[in-house]
């Protein structure tokens, strides 16, 4: 499969305008920042359809457009019950969060923390934030590197470091604004973008398969499963863990995340705010259908189409160059007979009674897979100087971009995702920094200084940050899924921080002391539940969220006692 003959010149020259245009636009419009106000909280001038896009870009990385299709494919559209929280978490977040924060004029979330708490509260939370967003950070730079080095044939170490900097020049220059303007621009690539593939997708199906027969099709498969009442808590995605885990991972995240919390603390109002949250609601969750969608009906397209054994074509190469050539060969060819049996099957237009075997099929067909990435594992562990991920989810949509659709439609669609990328990057490293630089160094090591001493220190840590960023990227792998990766490592951190700020806003008589170290506490708990594998990982967010107010609450409960059996033994 010769990938680097399909990028054209016109493919190159839709790339290169859309990303160099945004970059420029960016970093001219926003050029003469000169406050903190104006670099952190982009001048407090943003109206609601630029918070509600903004917010979305940030959401939607890379990640998004390269992992959510290849969960689809391999899963179903199961995974959208992951989403269901998140129209009840915009609603809490209106009503509750956002008041707060504007009437207090906070920077950052965690300020709002030494007001109610105190500053080793406020700095943990800050902390807790770093560790988490500066993990994810680097991740969402590593999911567009896997992009051109299909296309290129590169090394991920180069591209991590070029698509590192590229994000860096235009959000150390222009700040929060430089973010905000450039997303807008970016979401609107990415919604034209991400129709069009839909819409090649449907076109290059036979004749006779119509967008319904296309359903069935996917459904005798398996792939139309989108609501699950189980309670299975081996199960990842149902509908309770989408309502439960997932509105308190929504929660934590647009609540308390700062790379989110700063694209709706720049509104110009509260209700500009909260219609920006309100539009993302709504929108979010049919975004997120349609991108599944759209992987369920590239499984479609594979079903009359050949499709490789493994879509990583950097395993592939490895193979083809191992002594397990043969071995690899002979499970390819039965892939291709299944292929073949399942596509006589839907083109004669299959019977009910004939759904049996092609859920046989797809299960022969999952063992051959899984039997190919044991080998590319082995050669992986003998190949210690060029590694090869045998795990090919994220490679599934590009690997389709880039040898089914035409010239020119092929640079726009990684054109989308690349912007994706830059626009989710650019918020973290972003949010990363004005963390850093209000809730650490100005509050802990320089509190005297200039609004322009603090925001050049903001840029520093801006380069800071994507240079750690960039150097996470270097060393990720693709785990099982990159979507998965980032909410897992979200869901370690959220339900604490969360649980941090619920106590702030409910639970008056709860005091800084006893949130510190609860929070420590739950911290240690939560990362054991998981390295245990006790819960799904959205669980975590739920559990992270109750241990650290209840454990709070019980520790201030023996503080009192205490403080008050002092005051009855005190001499008189």
């Not at 359903?215 to 792939?223: E, R, V």
């Not at 995240?253 to 509260?270: A, C, E, I, N, P």
């Not at 092929?410 to 989308?416: K, M, N, S």
Request: charged content about 15%.
């Amino acid at each position: 499969m010769e990938i680097e003959s399909k990028l054209h010149a016109v493919d190159w020259i839709i790339l290169s305008v859309t990303l160099c245009s945004i970059v420029l636009y960016g970093t001219y419009v926003t050029r003469k920042n000169a406050t903190v106000t104006d670099y952190i909280k982009g001048g407090n001038d943003s109206k609601w359809w630029t918070i509600g896009l903004s917010v979305m870009a940030t959401q939607a990385s890379a990640i998004t457009f390269l992992s959510t299709p290849g969960q689809a494919f391999h899963s179903g559209m199961g995974f959208v019950q992951f989403y269901f929280g998140l129209p009840i978490a915009m609603i809490i977040i209106c009503v509750v969060f956002i008041p707060i924060y504007h009437k207090l004029k906070v920077y950052t979330a965690y300020e709002f923390l030494e007001g109610r708490f105190d500053l080793k509260t406020r700095s943990l939370a800050a902390i807790l934030f770093l560790i988490q967003r500066g993990l994810s950070a680097g991740i969402t730079i590593f999911a567009p590197a896997i992009i051109l080095s299909a296309v290129l044939g590169w090394d991920l170490f180069t591209l991590n470091i070029i698509i590192g900097f590229l994000v860096i020049i235009y959000t150390v220059s222009g700040g929060t604004k430089a973010v905000n303007v450039t997303q807008k621009q970016q979401m609107i690539i990415i919604f034209i973008g991400m129709i069009i593939a839909f819409y090649m997708i449907m076109s290059q199906l036979p004749a006779d398969i119509t967008f319904s027969k296309a359903l069935d099709i996917a459904g005798a498969s398996g792939k139309m499963k989108v609501l699950d009442f189980s309670f299975d808590l081996s199960n990842r995605y149902t509908v309770w863990t989408g309502i439960l885990g997932g509105t308190f991972l929504m929660l934590s995240y647009f609540g308390t995340d700062q790379s989110q919390v700063q694209r709706y603390l720049s509104g110009k109002s509260v209700r500009e705010s909260q219609l920006g949250l309100i539009f993302n609601g709504l929108l979010k969750v049919p975004m997120q259908f349609f991108i599944l969608l759209i992987g369920v009906m590239v499984f479609v397209f594979y079903q009359f189409n050949p499709s490789p054994l493994n879509f990583n074509p950097g395993a592939n190469e490895q193979v083809a160059k191992s002594k397990y050539v043969e071995e690899y060969q002979q499970l390819e060819a039965a892939h291709i007979a299944i292929e073949n049996t399942k596509k006589l099957l839907f083109s004669n237009g299959f019977q009910e009674e004939e759904k049996q075997q092609i859920l046989e099929l797809n299960e022969q067909d999952l063992l051959l897979k899984v039997k190919s990435k044991a080998i590319i594992d082995k050669i992986d562990a003998e190949n210690i100087s060029d590694k090869v991920e045998s795990n090919d989810k994220d490679y599934v949509f590009i690997h389709f971009i880039l040898n089914n659709l035409p010239r020119g439609i092929i640079g726009l669609l990684l054109a989308v995702i690349l912007s994706a990328a830059m626009s989710s990057t650019a918020s973290e490293l972003n949010a990363l920094a004005s963390t850093t630089a209000i809730d650490l160094y100005k509050r802990n090591v320089r509190e005297d200084k200039s609004e322009v001493h603090y925001v050049k220190a903001s840029k520093w840590f801006t380069l800071a940050w994507g240079m750690i960023a960039i150097s996470v990227a270097c060393i990720a792998n693709l785990f099982d899924n990159l979507i998965q990766l980032v909410n897992i490592i979200g869901s370690i951190f959220y339900g604490n921080v969360l649980g941090i700020f619920l106590l702030a806003f409910f639970i008056k008589f709860v005091k800084g002391n006893a949130v510190f170290v609860a929070a420590l506490i739950t911290q240690v708990l939560i990362i054991g539940v998981f390295l245990l594998d006790w819960l799904p990982y959205l669980w975590l967010n739920l559990v992270g969220c109750a241990l650290v107010m209840g454990i709070a609450i019980i520790i201030q409960f023996f503080i009192s006692i205490k403080k008050k059996d002092a005051k009855n033994t005190a001499p008189v």
